[in-house]
Structures are given as structure tokens and as C-alpha cells.
């Protein structure tokens, strides 16, 4: 199971809209994103920190961090948040989120990785649905990715239909209806202080 939960941060509900050919633009940017993790992961001769901060360059052209962190508040806290709370929330949201990528993603072994068709949901979204292939077993998962002027980016990963930044989404509302904006930002500041211990 630590295995299959390390997907939440690589794969993406299959809408009723056009499919398009594999090898589209954002396809090809997945596949060779999703190769080099795979080089790094069996790479022998680099220490666990290298291939963190390899893989933490990866996750940075790959994920589009600023509108996942936007999506994982929501509409209705994002607009109460002023400008300093958003760039702070941000900020931790994207170190927290790689601390968890390179970990998860970590537990890679031989598993095998099948692309179906993308998706196009419109010429500036497109769903990837992917499979690992798991002692015997298909896992199903999404990729949501959105092109950017920096290009195609993730924004969101669904894996056996479970959203990741759905998820993020349901904790952050918890703690904002507890303990306020203030409140969850100092559980992400303690939280990254200690992931450093």
C-alpha cells in the first residue's frame, strides 16, 4: 500500500470528451518527465539528498504549484487570504509538497507504467489517464494538466479517482474553520521545520 500511495503524486476521471493521439504535446512532456524520475530513482551513484533535489527540478517543470496551491484553498479562502498570506501559504505549500513528492515517489521499484490516449477537454486543458501496473493489478490514474506560457503543466492528480488537491482541500478547510489563516499557516511552518529535523 506505501507503494500505491506514492502515486498520489505522479498519475490522474475520465471525462465524456475528445480523445486525442498519444504523442501529443503534453503527453510527450509526461512520458519524459515520468523517464527521467525513473533514471534518477535507479541511479545508484547519487546520494539520497542529489536525488532529491533532482527530483525536486523535475516536479518544478512538471507541477504547476502556484494555481494547485489556489485550488487546494478554494475560491472561498483564497479571496480571504491578503497578498503576504497567499505568498506565504504558497511558498509552504510548494516545499511541503515536494518534501512529500520525493518521498512517495521514492518507494518506486519496477513498477510499470502504461499511458492511454490523453483526453482534451478543451486547447488549454487535457487529461492524461495512465495505469501502474501493480503485482498483477492496474491502478488507475489521472493526470490533469494545463498549458501555461510556460507550457503544459499538472494541476491536479486523481488516483482511483481520489483527488489530490480535493484532498488537500478538505484538511485546509478543517484547520481554516478551527484555527483561522493564521492558525493553518503556523501548522505548515511547524511542519516544515519538521520535515528538517
Given at each position: 500500500?506505501?507503494?500505491?500511495?506514492?502515486?498520489?503524486?505522479?498519475?490522474?476521471?475520465?471525462?465524456?470528451?475528445?480523445?486525442?493521439?498519444?504523442?501529443?504535446?503534453?503527453?510527450?512532456?509526461?512520458?519524459?518527465?515520468?523517464?527521467?524520475?525513473?533514471?534518477?530513482?535507479?541511479?545508484?551513484?547519487?546520494?539520497?539528498?542529489?536525488?532529491?533535489?533532482?527530483?525536486?527540478?523535475?516536479?518544478?517543470?512538471?507541477?504547476?504549484?502556484?494555481?494547485?496551491?489556489?485550488?487546494?484553498?478554494?475560491?472561498?479562502?483564497?479571496?480571504?487570504?491578503?497578498?503576504?498570506?497567499?505568498?506565504?501559504?504558497?511558498?509552504?505549500?510548494?516545499?511541503?509538497?515536494?518534501?512529500?513528492?520525493?518521498?512517495?515517489?521514492?518507494?518506486?521499484?519496477?513498477?510499470?507504467?502504461?499511458?492511454?490516449?490523453?483526453?482534451?477537454e478543451n486547447e488549454k486543458k487535457v487529461q492524461i489517464p495512465t495505469g501502474v501496473l501493480y503485482n498483477?493489478?492496474?491502478?488507475?490514474?489521472?493526470?490533469?494538466m494545463f498549458k501555461t506560457k510556460n507550457g503544459w503543466k499538472i494541476y491536479d492528480i486523481e488516483v482511483?479517482?481520489?483527488?489530490?488537491?480535493?484532498?488537500?482541500?478538505?484538511?485546509?478547510?478543517h484547520v481554516l474553520k478551527n484555527d483561522k489563516i493564521e492558525g493553518l499557516l503556523t501548522k505548515m511552518?511547524?511542519?516544515?521545520?519538521?520535515?528538517?529535523?
Amino acid at each position: 500500500m506505501k507503494r500505491i500511495s506514492c502515486l498520489l503524486l505522479f498519475f490522474l476521471l475520465l471525462s465524456q470528451v475528445a480523445v486525442a493521439d498519444v504523442d501529443t504535446e503534453p503527453g510527450k512532456i509526461l512520458k519524459t518527465s515520468v523517464g527521467k524520475v525513473f533514471s534518477v530513482l535507479s541511479d545508484k551513484e547519487l546520494s539520497l539528498d542529489k536525488k532529491k533535489r533532482e527530483l525536486n527540478e523535475i516536479a518544478n517543470s512538471l507541477f504547476g504549484f502556484p494555481l494547485m496551491a489556489k485550488l487546494s484553498l478554494g475560491k472561498e479562502h483564497w479571496s480571504k487570504f491578503n497578498s503576504k498570506q497567499k505568498e506565504e501559504f504558497t511558498s509552504l505549500f510548494i516545499e511541503l509538497f515536494q518534501d512529500f513528492y520525493s518521498e512517495k515517489i521514492s518507494l518506486f521499484r519496477d513498477e510499470k507504467v502504461v499511458f492511454d490516449p490523453p483526453i482534451i477537454e478543451n486547447e488549454k486543458k487535457v487529461q492524461i489517464p495512465t495505469g501502474v501496473l501493480y503485482n498483477g493489478k492496474r491502478v488507475s490514474i489521472l493526470y490533469k494538466m494545463f498549458k501555461t506560457k510556460n507550457g503544459w503543466k499538472i494541476y491536479d492528480i486523481e488516483v482511483e479517482g481520489v483527488s489530490l488537491i480535493k484532498t488537500y482541500r478538505s484538511q485546509y478547510h478543517h484547520v481554516l474553520k478551527n484555527d483561522k489563516i493564521e492558525g493553518l499557516l503556523t501548522k505548515m511552518r511547524e511542519q516544515k521545520e519538521n520535515k528538517k529535523l
